[in-house]
């Protein structure tokens, strides 16, 4: 196996692949990082190179190469070096975060060439790469299967088999990792606002958000988010007193891909708001300067926290409207890879991508098995929450969703998304939308017509 560039992810990758058996040879364009991980290989079955040339010429061919570089120009400018020096017949696989359409325009150039390449989403991070990761490869069926033995080796495992499968053509894979980080941005933005909500509102201090995000580790919510969560809020700061938690900025940074996801649910007309606001939410929480200056000026309600008597029911529904609200944020994930799979004729596997995500990714949750079964029970589910499962578990819970977001609300506590989920589910549970007001304003001002309830036909009308 060859492995280009030696950052975090290739280098733990390519110790992994070693671990399981399979020699590894590896380039990056930095000698230093080369003679590290030779270094700290050493005893494994891997060699390291300084030139391209030289680490091609010893690789067996048809050669298979996993490509693990920044993504954008650096992977172009990789690939155009990598190309002459490859045969008709090799495997180049990009484990990049890359745009699904530039895997696309990639797969066809190298394709006229005779080299086999498709990209493949890689989840977990760093342990899940040294340990195995959740692995998502779209692009040459042919390929995927040569390289399947190795992938099926060092991905994580759980009782349903492997996390890797097959995705489909082109950018498949790229596209699925794509959707797959969107609804991580969402379930991240969803558990901040609870963490504000129990702060907030419940008066809950470090340690005892960490015992409640511990415990509720324990049942429906068990995920590895939820775990990390519970873990940093126990850890303290070494470079000043209290907790680390406290003395981290509130702005959080984004690399693309939960934009690239709103950005082609809405080309696709599949609605994301759990998705999409959490971005937006991001972008608030950039403008860290503007929201202190704002907050000297701008009216509104403070949080007060409920007795102490109330303390456990506040918590308990959080709990409630944090599974509600993530449900919502899983079904509008599925919606959107469907509309995906429809447009482009990539017939994904929608059980088969739940069963992926069970372990090795950061979205792993004991939440998608619940998924998976929902897929084998009806392949064709038109959306997850209507599963009769997730019919009636968001039921169940409809009460208390609705009274935490009411008591935020009361509070002034900013619960962008959490927000988008209920009205997500509000609006496709609704017989009748306020749509035919929008609609006739069009017609008013731009002549765009409209269609009636009662009868067949576009009309237009003079609005006098």
């Given amino acids: 196996m060859g492995m280009v560039g030696l950052g975090v992810m290739g280098r733990n990758l390519a110790y992994n692949m070693a671990d399981h058996g399979f020699s590894v040879a590896a380039w990056d364009a930095w000698p230093d990082t080369v003679d590290r991980f030779v270094r700290e290989g050493e005893g494994k079955a891997v060699t390291g190179h300084k030139d391209l040339a030289a680490f091609c010429a010893a690789l067996r061919k048809p050669r298979r190469i996993i490509l693990l570089v920044k993504a954008g120009e650096v992977t172009d400018k990789t690939i155009d070096a990598l190309t002459p020096l490859l045969d008709p017949g090799d495997i180049l696989v990009d484990g990049g975060n890359e745009h699904f359409m530039v895997t696309e325009r990639r797969s066809a150039a190298l394709h006229a060439k005779g080299i086999r390449y498709f990209g493949m989403g890689v989840s977990g991070g760093e342990e899940g790469a040294r340990h195995g990761p959740s692995m998502m490869p779209g692009g040459d069926r042919a390929a995927y299967e040569e390289l399947r033995p190795v992938l099926e080796k060092i991905a994580a495992t759980t009782d349903d088999g492997p996390c890797v499968t097959y995705c489909g053509p082109g950018g498949a894979g790229h596209y699925v990792k794509m959707v797959h980080n969107g609804i991580e941005y969402g379930d991240m933005q969803l558990i901040a606002e609870a963490y504000s909500l129990l702060k907030g509102l419940g008066g809950l201090e470090n340690a005892e958000l ?9 049942g429906e919510l068990a995920s590895f988010l939820i775990e990390i969560t519970a873990r940093i809020f126990r850890v303290k700061d070494d470079l000043a007193p209290g907790d ?13 891909t939960g934009k690239w996801t709103v950005q082609d649910a809405a080309d696709l007309g599949r609605p994301i708001p759990t998705v999409a606001t959490s971005v937006e939410a991001r972008l608030l929480s950039s403008r860290q300067a503007d929201r202190v200056r704002f907050a000297e000026v701008l009216q509104g309600p403070s949080p007060k926290a409920v007795p102490a008597s109330e303390k456990k029911a506040l918590i308990d529904d959080v709990r409630a409207a944090l599974y509600a609200a993530k449900a919502c944020s899983y079904a509008q994930g599925f919606d959107l890879l469907r509309g995906a799979s429809d447009a482009r004729s990539w017939d994904l596997n929608f059980s088969e991508l739940a069963r992926i995500w069970q372990a090795g990714c950061i979205i792993r949750a004991r939440f998608l098995k619940r998924i998976k079964e929902a897929y084998q029970r009806d392949a064709k589910l038109p959306n997850l929450l209507m599963d009769a499962e997730f019919v009636q578990e968001l039921a169940q819970r409809q009460t208390p969703w609705r009274r935490t977001l009411a008591r935020a609300f009361e509070g002034g506590i900013p619960v962008l998304t959490s927000a988008a989920s209920l009205s997500y589910y509000d609006s496709i549970r609704a017989a009748r939308l306020p749509a035919n007001l929008t609609q006739a304003q069009r017609d008013l001002f731009g002549s765009h017509t409209y269609k009636r309830r009662d009868r067949d036909g576009d009309f237009h009308s003079p609005w006098k």
């Fill in 210 to 218: 960490a015992d409640t995000f511990a415990a509720w580790n324990e």
């Fill in 244 to 256: 680390l938690v406290d003395a981290v900025l509130d702005a959080t940074a984004q690399k693309g």
